[in-house]
Protein backbone atom coordinates (compact mmCIF):
# COMPACT_ATOMS: atom_id res chain seq x y z
CA UNK A 1 0.00 0.00 0.00
CA UNK A 2 1.23 3.76 -0.40
CA UNK A 3 1.51 6.59 1.95
CA UNK A 4 -0.23 7.57 4.49
CA UNK A 5 -1.39 3.58 4.66
CA UNK A 6 2.29 2.45 5.85
CA UNK A 7 2.84 4.70 9.20
CA UNK A 8 1.43 2.61 11.56
CA UNK A 9 2.80 -0.70 10.33
CA UNK A 10 6.11 1.16 10.30
CA UNK A 11 5.57 2.59 13.48
CA UNK A 12 4.70 -0.85 14.84
CA UNK A 13 7.70 -2.53 13.83
CA UNK A 14 9.91 0.54 14.81
CA UNK A 15 8.31 0.04 18.67
CA UNK A 16 9.29 -3.59 18.72
CA UNK A 17 12.24 -3.08 17.77
CA UNK A 18 12.86 -0.09 20.42
CA UNK A 19 11.15 -2.59 23.46
CA UNK A 20 13.47 -5.19 21.93
CA UNK A 21 17.01 -3.39 21.94
CA UNK A 22 15.86 -0.61 24.42
CA UNK A 23 18.41 2.19 22.72
CA UNK A 24 19.72 4.94 24.49
CA UNK A 25 19.84 7.47 21.40
CA UNK A 26 17.96 6.39 18.42
CA UNK A 27 18.94 8.38 15.33
CA UNK A 28 16.59 9.43 12.34
CA UNK A 29 18.25 9.11 8.86
CA UNK A 30 15.77 11.16 7.05
CA UNK A 31 12.90 11.42 4.39
CA UNK A 32 11.13 10.35 7.62
CA UNK A 33 7.93 11.90 6.39
CA UNK A 34 6.60 11.62 2.51
CA UNK A 35 6.10 15.26 2.18
CA UNK A 36 5.95 18.46 4.30
CA UNK A 37 2.85 18.46 4.71
CA UNK A 38 2.61 14.56 6.12
CA UNK A 39 4.65 15.81 9.53
CA UNK A 40 1.73 18.33 9.92
CA UNK A 41 -0.92 15.36 9.28
CA UNK A 42 0.22 12.83 11.74
CA UNK A 43 -2.55 11.07 13.38
CA UNK A 44 -3.16 11.80 17.27
CA UNK A 45 -2.20 7.96 17.49
CA UNK A 46 1.10 8.21 15.81
CA UNK A 47 2.61 11.22 17.23
CA UNK A 48 1.74 9.46 20.62
CA UNK A 49 3.76 6.63 19.94
CA UNK A 50 6.19 8.58 18.65
CA UNK A 51 6.35 10.58 21.41
CA UNK A 52 6.56 7.63 24.08
CA UNK A 53 9.52 6.10 21.58
CA UNK A 54 11.10 9.03 22.71
CA UNK A 55 10.73 9.30 25.95
CA UNK A 56 13.66 8.56 28.05
CA UNK A 57 16.20 8.74 25.00
CA UNK A 58 17.69 11.09 22.78
CA UNK A 59 16.05 11.00 19.78
CA UNK A 60 18.15 13.00 16.71
CA UNK A 61 16.12 13.58 13.19
CA UNK A 62 18.08 13.79 10.41
CA UNK A 63 16.42 16.04 8.15
CA UNK A 64 15.85 14.24 4.46
CA UNK A 65 14.75 16.29 1.28
CA UNK A 66 10.74 15.07 1.85
CA UNK A 67 11.03 16.49 5.55
CA UNK A 68 9.61 19.87 6.99
CA UNK A 69 12.01 22.51 6.66
CA UNK A 70 13.48 20.86 3.48
CA UNK A 71 11.68 22.22 0.42
Not at 11 to 28: C, N
Not at 31 to 46: L, M, N, Q, R, T
Not at 53 to 61: D, K, L, S, Y
Request: charge should be negative; charged fraction near 30%; aromatic fraction near 8%.
Amino acid sequence: MLPPYETEDTLDRLWRDVEETRPEIIVALGDSFDDPAAAKAISGPAAGKLAAMARGRRWIWIEGNHDPGRV
